[in-house]
């Protein structure tokens, strides 16, 4: 029989291996790394499928990001969902509806644009697509490979998404593995252009802090310009939305899939694989070990401390440490 120790170390081996973030188990998950500085690899994860929540981050003045000092995460899955409100699915940062201008990001992505600073949207522009997290504003068509799946589908029963790039393209591969849809892929969007298949009033609901959405052509929300300022009020759904099981098949595919930002990354310490072995091994040697490292850990903190002023000065103080030691932990992500 192997020693006892052998097989809490194997075991231990194991799970450390385990990514934090596996809630579905899915090798080269599709993910959008958000990238916000130059002078390190500051950046956070958004994960197809991730769970999202985990604290803010505060984008630091040092690479003149354009929106500096504006916060970004926290956002969790279940808080995805909007409504037909352009401005709607903030989980923070919605004190004032009428406009968006200055809210910070809690999915990890800014919201749609819809031209002509429609509710102080133009700092989102399309000039800014070149930073957009996910890449630039598309649009594609979601559509049933046959009317056959779904009772009371038609061959007509269309609907767009609208949001970056790499959102859209992820979403269209849940869909077609989940909903029977036939793939499609994304078209550039323009709010303004003429031909464009869908305009402000067709949206059907909103998802990510209004950076993503799903459309109807056959939903007119005579509501979506006039009283959007006050968050309230939107035309009802036309039935054969409403009640469609197409509909709600990929409303929840979305819901479910979407990329979200991530909790920061939780590094392992090895200290802590070796207090597993230790605790299990024996508590004496814990308390034992404990004691002894309680008492020269005092000592050697007091020489420390002396030496150090006599080497190198005035130190961090515990702020400084504990910023520079998180921004380290960005760095080492993924
Ligand atoms: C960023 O730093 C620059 C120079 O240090 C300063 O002029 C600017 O006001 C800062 N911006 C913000 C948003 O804090
Ligand atoms: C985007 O907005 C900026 C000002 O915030 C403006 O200079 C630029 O021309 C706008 N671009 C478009 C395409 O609207
Ligand atoms: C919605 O209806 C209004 C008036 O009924 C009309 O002017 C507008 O063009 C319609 N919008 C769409 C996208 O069909
Ligand atoms: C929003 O509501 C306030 C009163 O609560 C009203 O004065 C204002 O006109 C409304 N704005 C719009 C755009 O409907």
Not at 178 to 190: G, L
Not at 216 to 221: A, G
Not at 237 to 244: E, H, I, M, Y
Not at 314 to 334: F, G, I, M, S, V
């Amino acid at each position: 029989m192997l020693p006892f120790s052998s097989i809490v170390l194997a075991l231990t081996c194991l799970f450390a291996t385990l990514p934090a973030t596996a809630k579905l188990d899915v090798k080269n998950k599709p993910q959008i790394r958000v990238t916000t500085s130059f002078t390190n690899f500051n950046a956070r994860i958004m994960d197809h499928w991730g769970g999202g929540g985990g604290a803010t981050w505060t984008i630091s003045n040092d690479s003149a990001h354009p929106f500096v000092s504006r916060q970004f995460g926290g956002g969790k899955r279940r808080d995805i969902r909007g409504s037909k409100t352009f401005g709607s699915g903030y989980p923070w940062d919605s004190d004032d509806a009428s406009t968006l201008n200055g809210r910070g990001f809690p999915f990890g992505v800014w919201p749609l644009w819809w031209g002509n600073d429609f509710m102080g949207t133009d700092e989102y522009n399309s000039t800014m697509d070149t930073i957009r997290p996910g890449g630039q504003l598309v649009t594609a068509e979601v559509k049933l490979t046959d009317p056959k799946w779904y009772r009371g589908s038609t061959k007509d029963e269309t609907y767009y998404v609208l949001g970056d790039v790499q959102s859209v393209t992820f979403i269209m591969i849940s869909f077609v593995n989940w909903c029977h849809t036939t793939p499609a892929w994304p078209r550039k969007f323009d709010p303004l252009a003429a031909n464009t298949p869908i305009r402000l009033e067709n949206v059907i609901q909103y998802y990510r802090a209004s950076s993503f959405a799903l459309a109807s052509t056959l939903y007119n929300n005579t509501f979506a310009r006039t009283t959007s300022a006050n968050s309230t009020g939107s035309s009802p759904l036309p039935q054969q939305v409403d009640r469609s099981e197409f509909r709600k098949c990929v409303d929840g595919v979305i819901a479910n899939a979407l990329p979200i930002m991530n909790k920061p990354p939780r590094i392992i310490k090895p200290s802590l694989k070796w207090g597993l072995i230790f605790g299990l091994n024996g508590i004496p040697i814990l308390v034992l070990a404990f004691y002894t490292v309680t008492l020269s850990y005092g000592l050697l903190i007091l020489i420390w401390r002396h030496v150090k002023v006599f080497l190198w000065g005035r130190t961090l103080t515990p702020n400084e440490k504990e910023q520079r030691e998180a921004e380290l932990d960005y760095e080492a992500y993924p």
